[in-house]
C-alpha cells in the first residue's frame, strides 16, 4: 500500500473577487460541481471564524488582533479512492480548482472499505452555544476589563513584582456540514475568555503564576478570580525545593489530571489499535485499570463544550462508556476504523478542513469520587501535582511517561513545603492500575476534558 497522502492540503488561498456570496453559498455550489462530476460520493466541510483580543501590560494596550478566518474543505470518494482538498478562497473558480485538486487526489490514493455516513437519525439536542450577551461587548469593554484583572493582580500581594501580560477576548464560530446522502448540520460556538500572569519573588527565587478561564456569559467571566489564581499559583511556590528522590503516593490536581489523560487518549481509539500504535489492542474486555476508573466519552450533556449530535463525519453521537470499573469496554470509531472492523462507528470522528478523519473523545469525562480532596490528602506522607513542564518524555504508543512537575508535599493533610525541580517517571498503563481513589471535584474550566483530582499509590520521583 502506498503512504497514504491525506494529511497534506492540496489547494488554499484567500480572496473574494468574484465570490459567490455567503459561505452557505459556496457549500452549495461546491456541491453542485461535485454531483456533476461523476464521483461517488462527498462531504464537505466548513467554518468561519471571527475574534477580538487585547493584551495589556502596565496599564496600556500591548497588543491587539481582530482575526477573522473562512475556510471550506471537501472529501471525494472515487473508485473508492478518497481524495481532498480545502480553500480559503470561495470564488467560483476557487471553488472548482479545490474539487478538482481533491479528485486528482484520488489518483493518488488507494481504496478504503468505507465511504460517507448515511443520513441516519440523530439526537433532535441542539447543542450551540451562543453567548446571549456576545453583541454587547465591545473591544473597549475588553479593554477595560483586562486594565482591571491587571490592577487588581499587581496589588494583591507585595511580593508581586511583574504582571507580565494579562488579556481578554471573545470568539465565535460557526461550523458547516454537508454529504451526499443529505446529511447536514451547523453548530455554534460563542464565549468570552481571559487570562493573567503574575511574577513573585522571595530573595533570587523568582515564581510565575498563570490562570486563564472562559465562560458564554461576560458577567460570569468577570466573576471569576482571573487576577486571584495567578498571584495565588505565583506566591504559593515561593521557597519551593525538590524533595528526595523516591517513590511516592501522588495526587494529580483537578488542574492536570486531565491533562494526563489527554495525554494518552489514544490508546483508546481503534483507528490506533489498527495501526498496531495502542497497547490495548486485543485487550477488550480484560481489567487494564483499577476499579475506581469509569471513563466516559460524553456526547449529549449540554453544560460540555464537546457535546455535539453528529461527529465531524456527519454519523450521529452517542455517549460511550470506554472503561468502567477498571475493565476496557469499548474503543472509540470513525468510519474508516468501523469498516476495518466491521462495526458501527461510535460517533467520534475529528477532522480539520485539510486533514482525514481521525478520532476523539467528545468528552472526556471519569466519573468522580466519594472524598474531598482535602479527605484524600489526610493520611501518610502525599506529594500534590499540580503542574506539568513539557512531554517530550511522554509517548501514548508505550506508555512511558518521563515530566518535569512542581507541586506540594504534604503529611497527615499539613502541608510541608512547595516542590518544583522534579521528575516523575512511570508507565500510563501501570499509573492507571495504580489509582487509588478520584475525588468529588472537577476544576472549574469550561472544558471537555473532566477528570477529578487523582489519588495514584505510586510513582518514581526524581529530585
Given at each position: 500500500m502506498r503512504p497514504h497522502p491525506l494529511s497534506s492540503p492540496l489547494h488554499k488561498g484567500r480572496g473574494a ?447
Amino acid at each position: 500500500m502506498r503512504p497514504h497522502p491525506l494529511s497534506s492540503p492540496l489547494h488554499k488561498g484567500r480572496g473574494a473577487e468574484g465570490g459567490v456570496g455567503s459561505i452557505n453559498n459556496a457549500i452549495e455550489k461546491i456541491a453542485e460541481l461535485a454531483r456533476a462530476s461523476g464521483c461517488d460520493a462527498y462531504d464537505i466541510i466548513a467554518h468561519e471564524s471571527n475574534s477580538e483580543s487585547v493584551e495589556v501590560f502596565e496599564q496600556k494596550v500591548s497588543n491587539s488582533e481582530i482575526q477573522n478566518s473562512v475556510a471550506l474543505g471537501i472529501r471525494v470518494f472515487k473508485n473508492r479512492r478518497p481524495g481532498i482538498a480545502f480553500t480559503e478562497r470561495l470564488t467560483a473558480d476557487a471553488l472548482a480548482q479545490c474539487l478538482a485538486d481533491a479528485l486528482a487526489h484520488t489518483a493518488l490514493t488507494d481504496p478504503v472499505p468505507f465511504t460517507v455516513a448515511e443520513n441516519l437519525p440523530a439526537t433532535t439536542e441542539n447543542f450551540d452555544r451562543h453567548a446571549p450577551d456576545y453583541d454587547g461587548v465591545d473591544f473597549s469593554q475588553l479593554t477595560r476589563y483586562a486594565l482591571e484583572v491587571e490592577a487588581a493582580a499587581r496589588g494583591l500581594d507585595k511580593r508581586v513584582e511583574n504582571v507580565p501580560y494579562t488579556g481578554a477576548a471573545r470568539s465565535s464560530a460557526r461550523r458547516y456540514f454537508l454529504n451526499s446522502n443529505g446529511v447536514r448540520y451547523e453548530h455554534i460556538t460563542q464565549d468570552f475568555s481571559a487570562y493573567s500572569a503574575a511574577v513573585s519573588a522571595l530573595g533570587e527565587q523568582k515564581k510565575m503564576g498563570f490562570y486563564a478561564n472562559s465562560r458564554q456569559n461576560f458577567a460570569e467571566l468577570k466573576a471569576l478570580p482571573i487576577a486571584e489564581r495567578a498571584v495565588a499559583r505565583s506566591v504559593e511556590q515561593l521557597g519551593a525545593k525538590p524533595v528526595a528522590s523516591g517513590t511516592y503516593r501522588i495526587l494529580f490536581s483537578n488542574r492536570i489530571s486531565g491533562q494526563i489523560l489527554a495525554l494518552y487518549a489514544s490508546p483508546f481509539f481503534a483507528e490506533q489499535a489498527i495501526k498496531g500504535q495502542s497497547r490495548l489492542k486485543g485487550k477488550l474486555g480484560e481489567t487494564i485499570a483499577a476499579p475506581v476508573l469509569t471513563l466516559h466519552s460524553v456526547a449529549h450533556d449540554r453544560v460540555l463544550p464537546g457535546s455535539r449530535a453528529r461527529d465531524a463525519e456527519g454519523f450521529p453521537t452517542r455517549d460511550v462508556t470506554v472503561v468502567e470499573r477498571g475493565h476496557f469496554t469499548n474503543f472509540l470509531y470513525n468510519l474508516e476504523a468501523a469498516a476495518h472492523d466491521q462495526i458501527e462507528s461510535t460517533g467520534n470522528a475529528v477532522r480539520s478542513i485539510g486533514s482525514k478523519a481521525g478520532t476523539s473523545f467528545k468528552n472526556m469525562v471519569v466519573v468522580r469520587g466519594q472524598s474531598t480532596p482535602q479527605e484524600l490528602l489526610a493520611a501518610d506522607k502525599i506529594l500534590v501535582i499540580d503542574k506539568l513542564e513539557g512531554a517530550a518524555g511522554c509517548s501514548a504508543v508505550s506508555g512511558e511517561m518521563s515530566i518535569g512537575a512542581q507541586g506540594f508535599l504534604y503529611e497527615n493533610g499539613q502541608l510541608m513545603q512547595p516542590v518544583d525541580r522534579i521528575t516523575l517517571s512511570t508507565n500510563f498503563f501501570e499509573l492507571i492500575k495504580n489509582i487509588e481513589a478520584f475525588s468529588t471535584e472537577y476544576n472549574d474550566q469550561l472544558s471537555s476534558v473532566r477528570v477529578p483530582d487523582m489519588l495514584v499509590a505510586s510513582v518514581a520521583v526524581a529530585g
